[in-house]
């Protein structure tokens, strides 16, 4: 048993949130701080209650060295084992709440910190800034305080138990507790102090918070500012002390005067008095406003001056004047409508978990913004302090989530009054902290945690303590419809992953809430199928404003097995059980940070400004809201037959934000009409930004100036054009391709789960394809048993020419593909090829891809859980070279393109390895040709793949040359 706190069990009492705690309060900065982040002693119990006394004071036994900030389940415990464990919705152990599971992993961190006579004059805090999951502190063998809240600081008052010189500092954190019933989160269970700690030194009157509220008005382009300037007086008050407050605005020049106010003396008039604050106020005629696009912020200075007049005590904030409302449908920013570009970001490192350092966190949001993305979620709870500073610094706009959610028991916690005061407690002391914060335009009350009273309780408390920012809660709108449902606890239609149509029709209801998608577009795997159709919905249709892409990162954790083997693990890999497998690793970029190929499409999806084909002209859009186009350069490239003929600078008028200009073509449509015809518009930045030097291409569209015709005679004219200058045929390597037929493919993460079948069912999420598919038995009978295929082949003198004719019966409806595949010899090892690239593309995730020739090496397999990978579509040839330069070429004669892949793997490869690690290329490329394959969707978490994206029944035709 945990000494000094008797025999109360608080970790096993989901209404102890704190003992001994101070109140929450923004950050400040200008206290002494000791910082003991670094090595610490941390000796391990199987569970709380068998934490002896002498584990706090005494000598460390079995202690280890582990490092502060970390997580105790990605470091060496010596003979204690403690993994890292991942699930989903279950918990790891059986309830109900609050019962917790006979092994609870529980540490106890000690290290020693020295103070000198001058800090024992003034107060000393303790900062813990994060423990998963509760914790207790003590100093000097004296029990100080407990908390909750795996996600947020906690400080202590310890001025009375430390002394002069060497002070003991030890820290109890329990791995499970009632509250990790509202930390379920789908993500690794970890355990131990994943953020700074550090002892703070302050004066005994202090300036304890420093909120600041501001407002602008888009009307008159007046803003304000009001500081409050909460003080700590430790005791009696003396009288004599003043607040001074300073506004400066972004160009460091002082707004009006400072403002010098006493701080209220309590004792006169004890039924007016409201604390010791206060409030100055700024009213400024012309505001700098802030926004993500031009993140300018005002600086606040608060100076404590004591009764002699010596400034004791100055703390900087900085802020942004803007406003964000809900108006006719929209969220508005500053009285503009913002789309929401956005992503869920977990925090999350393969090495050190969750304790993510400022350099993580900063090239976190430096490769979002490479990629257009400017919104983010922080799923599912609040972050370090320093995240904030960041997105307000560079630009981003912030949903800030409690760390709330009870997905197991989704639908009882939220009216379960013993956990009441935790809802309330969590999402107020996220709101205390961090609402200076500009880059912050919602609160999210938390995530899948039902919707009952508690959520009531939160959302009036956040109303009355900010009204400056709106409410999101998804769950809130599930009850009673989008429409009206959760109107007191969310300002704005937030559902997770929701079929296009249902978003539509929102847009088309009497629904008086914007729409943004809290969650869409599952990015696991092999993934993010019809990105481009919802933005296309979102873009035309009253009341859709976006949404957050399901998730940044995958979780993938570093893992060195025994046989030296290094590899990114997911649920299960660490031996735990029960898990949910890879599910985990869903996300735009890989655990260490390498985009996956839908990064193209978000960048796509997201750009600033887009180019369509008007009559005879083009139309440019800006799609900012703040900005014009001033700081990017098009340059526009002529591509006849895949190749760039032509490119120039296109003159652009000004656009304003939200506006759009027809301009006419910068080049004449070319005569020649054997080939097809596209132009491109890119736009580069003209300067050097924080996130890509100058040339970066933010933006592109392609436009088809003169569509391929349809008989593919293109295909034959341009394979006779190259030939001609080439040696002649080789016709024995033409003899050793044996195209067959190819109906199926390595099952993608939305196919179904193929580590885990039952996890479809047991989540109730997941695609059926896979099983459909294994039903029909397309991955084990030969597929020239399932359909009518014919195939002829015919030797001329350009090369061979193989035709296919395929008819799929109804019972076939909706394989994975209808096409060839076959080994080519091994020394053709390069590509190229006249289609769409550079990277992979699929047919409902082909937006970000042009059409061109392209030079390449076979793409290596992106995927955490190998599966189907490489696809370009619309090729009009493929070549493969040797190192000699010698090439086999496949030219598309029939219908105009085809889809192609060479990659080092068979389907069975892929299908039969559980991870990358198990994936070993051959010695020779496999080549696939298809005339049709079903986009990748979304299914293992959303929409499975949309009709218009699948295969019919019926006939299918297709030719192709392979030359030599
Ligand atoms: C959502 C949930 C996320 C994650 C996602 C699936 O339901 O909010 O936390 O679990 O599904 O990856
Ligand atoms: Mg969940």
Redesign the pocket.
Known sequence: MLPVIGTLRPWADPTLLQLGRLPMHVPLDAADRLALDGPWQLEMFERPDAVPATAITGRRRRAVEVAVPGNWTMQDLGTFSDPPWYT??QMPFPGPPPLLPERNPTGVYRRSFTLTHAWLRRRSLVHIGGAESVHAVYVNGTFVGYGTDSRLPSEYDITSHVRQGRNELAIVVVKFSAHSYIED???WWMGGLHRSVWIEHRAPVRIADLPVTTDYDPASGAGSVAVTTTVEVGGDPAAGWTVRTTLRDPRGKRVGRPDEQPVPDAHRRPYEFHGFRVIARWELSRATPWSAESPARYTVTAELIDPAGDVAQVETQLVGVKRVEVRDRQLLVNGRAIWIFGV?R?DHHPDRGKAVTVDDIRDDLLAMRAHNITAIRT??YPNDAVFYDLCDELGFYVVDEANI?S?AYNRSLCDDPTYRSAWVDRGARMVQRDRNHPCIILWSLG??SGYGDNHDALAGWIRKADPTRPLHY?DAIRIDGWVDGGLTATDVVCP??PEIADIQAYGDSAGTRPLIM??YN?A?GNSNGSLSDYWHVITTTPGLQGGFI??WKDHGLRQTLADGTVRLAYGGQFGESPHDGN??A?GLMSADLEPHPAMHEVAWVHRPVTVTATRGGLRIENRQSFAGLGALKARWELFVGGEITRRGSLRVPPVEPHGSVTIGLPVERPERASTDVQLTVRWELRADTWFAPAGHVVAWDQIELRAPRRTGRSGVETARTDRSSRAAIDQAAIDQVAPVLHLRRAPIDNDGFKLMPELGRR?R?GGRSMERWQDIGLDTVDPESLVDHEMTRRVDGTGTVFRHVVDVPDELTDLPRVGVTFPVPARFRSLRWFGRGPHESYPDRRGAATLGIWDAEPDESPYLVPQEFGLRTDCRWLELVDADGAVMRIDVVMPASLHMSATWHTDDDLADAATATELHRRDHLTVNIDVAHRGVGTA??GPDTLPQYRLAAGRYEFAYRISV
Request: proline share 0%; with cysteine; hydrophobic share 30%.
């Open positions: 989903n919705v989160q789908d993500q869920n977990h799923s599912h959610e997905h995530n899948e998804e997770m992953y809290c969650e599952h696991m399901w998730e599910f985990v869903d989540l999420v293992s978490c």
